[in-house]
């Protein structure tokens, strides 16, 4: 179990690195939301981190996550599903969490990502559907040394958000931006993000063997 005292400072310098970020975007800190991905860590890890104020949690893995929301379910806590949905857990997922960042293709099936223009079908499908409502694009660029180097990545993401607008699908539909994780979310908050993604510089270095995905 992580040391609570060292969560809760690591948990406050992100957030104080969100607003300072946001700030000189001249945006709201409050429309930015720090998602803790708290996967590989314990339901202890995530309970400290909730009593400490943190609300929203991600994890990669339906079956670790039921877990850990099995055993947390006495605290509020909004799940996020941040990793690839498989089409046999898709109505679990969708069941249980109240967001999945990473939904690829309308049957959910799995496949990491989609292109530009896949995602009119998926729109499609999602305004046909009463069980499920999209709110937002997330992004997962290409490892980059520079945090830098992920900015035009951010972009894109804000530029194709924009380019739906502009086609007309619904604001509500494209209103969260999904990017940033622990070595760039001030540059995706500078770009517009308001959610952004973060694991290790909450929690600290996840064991590498279970790092998958
Ligand atoms: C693990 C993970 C993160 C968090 O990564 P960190 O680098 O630890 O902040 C963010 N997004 C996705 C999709 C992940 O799988």
């Not at 969100?18 to 709201?28: L, Q």
């Not at 679990?92 to 099936?109: N, T």
């Not at 607008?165 to 993000?193: K, N, Q, T």
Request: hydrophobic share 45%.
């Amino acid at each position: 179990m992580l040391d609570s005292v060292a969560l809760r400072a690591r948990l406050d310098g992100v957030r104080d690195r969100v607003m300072r970020a946001a700030r000189r975007a001249g945006r709201d800190a409050s429309s930015v939301r720090v998602v803790a991905v708290s996967k590989t860590f314990t339901a202890e890890d995530v309970r400290a981190a909730a009593v400490a104020g943190q609300v929203d949690f991600g994890e990669n893995k339906v079956q670790e996550a039921l877990q850990k929301m099995g055993q947390t379910s006495d605290l509020h806590i909004k799940w996020h599903l941040v990793g690839h949905v498989q089409s046999n857990k898709a109505r679990k997922a969708g069941a249980q969490f109240d967001y999945v960042h990473s939904v690829d293709r309308a049957e959910l099936a799995t496949k990491h990502g989609t292109r530009e223009e896949d995602l009119a079908p998926i729109f499609d499908a999602a305004r046909g559907c009463r069980a499920v409502r999209i709110v937002g694009l997330m992004l997962l660029p290409p490892a980059v040394a520079d945090p830098g180097e992920a900015r035009p990545y951010f972009r894109e993401l804000r530029d194709v958000r924009d380019r739906l607008l502009a086609r007309g699908v619904d604001a509500s539909m494209v209103r969260e931006l999904s990017m940033g994780m622990s070595h760039d979310f001030e540059v995706a908050v500078e770009e517009g993000a308001t959610m952004v993604r973060v694991g290790t510089a909450i929690f600290g270095q996840r064991n590498s063997m279970e790092t998958s995905e």
